[in-house]
């Protein structure tokens, strides 16, 4: 009687092959009981790209050229950490608007609005130089296509990610949506982040947020973080939540909205 034959089995991945999948330093290889020396250059290379992002001047001014280009009525304002030296010392002054700018901000306020959108230099200028007007731009229509107006987009040197609690109390924001750079990585220097909060005030503590990260080249593409930015403020302001009482089940197929090109062509 014939005994069935084996499959071969597959031999393992070569280290080609892994380096393809990820982004993260694996299968370096090795010199004597030291890293190769192109490994050891390439990480030199991005150590000193991670840390250039941090102190890369934040362009505000174009920033919010771009953001009016679009359409919507901007505001410039500054936290209280009004050099970078201080902004990286004292990550408290970072979370307060300096006190003229938050009289600016009080003299344009209206009788509220339901959303304002956030974008703050964080820890990487570089990330919002180069995903945050493509960011909205794919953001603005899914929300239209779910009935939400974006009220205002304020631009804010200086920022962490609580500046936008004190921000959105000022102009009686029903939900402020933070795009700011994220902290660089060795992989992603420029990664953008988007903090959601629902009813923001001075105090909101971070499990009130919702958070979409990791908006770079080999992350979340834009109009992925856009579609799930849209879900958690649709749902967010339906429900009058944000934090760990709103899960992100964007991923549902049932779940999301429209795509930009869909939303467009309904328009």
């Known amino acids: 009687m014939t005994q069935p034959v084996e499959p071969a089995s597959k031999s393992p991945s070569s280290p080609a092959d892994l380096r393809a999948l990820t982004p993260a330093r694996v299968a370096l290889g090795r010199t004597a009981a030291s890293l190769p020396t192109r490994a050891l250059l390439d ?29 919507f009525a901007v505001s410039r304002v500054e936290s209280r950490a009004l050099s970078r030296k201080t902004y990286l010392s004292r990550p408290d002054l970072g979370r307060r608007l300096a006190p003229e700018a938050a009289a600016r901000l009080a003299a344009e ?40 107006a974006i009220d205002r987009v304020v631009v804010a040197a200086g920022a962490r990610v609580a500046l936008g609690d004190e921000i959105g109390a000022i102009l009686n924001a029903r939900m402020v949506v933070m795009l700011i750079g994220e902290r660089p990585g060795l992989s992603a220097p420029d990664s953008l982040g988007a903090y959601l909060t629902f009813a923001p005030s001075m105090g909101r503590t971070d499990a009130e947020r919702n958070c979409v990260s990791n908006v770079h080249r080999a992350g979340l593409s834009h109009d992925e973080a856009a579609a799930k930015i849209a879900w958690l403020v649709r749902e967010g302001l339906a429900r009058g939540v944000t934090g760990v009482a709103l899960k992100d089940e964007s991923d549902s197929k049932s779940q999301f909205l429209p795509p930009v090109g869909e939303a467009v062509a309904k328009a």
């Open 43 to 71: 990480f030199t290379l991005d150590h000193a790209r991670a840390r250039d992002a941090v102190h890369v001047a934040f362009d505000a001014e174009a920033i919010a050229a771009g953001v009016a280009e679009l359409g």
């Open 109 to 148: 306020a209206g009788a509220g609005a339901e959303i304002v959108i956030v974008i703050g230099d964080g820890l990487s200028s570089r990330a919002v130089h180069a995903h945050a007007i493509a960011m909205l731009t794919c953001l603005a229509p899914r929300l239209d296509a779910a009935g939400i």
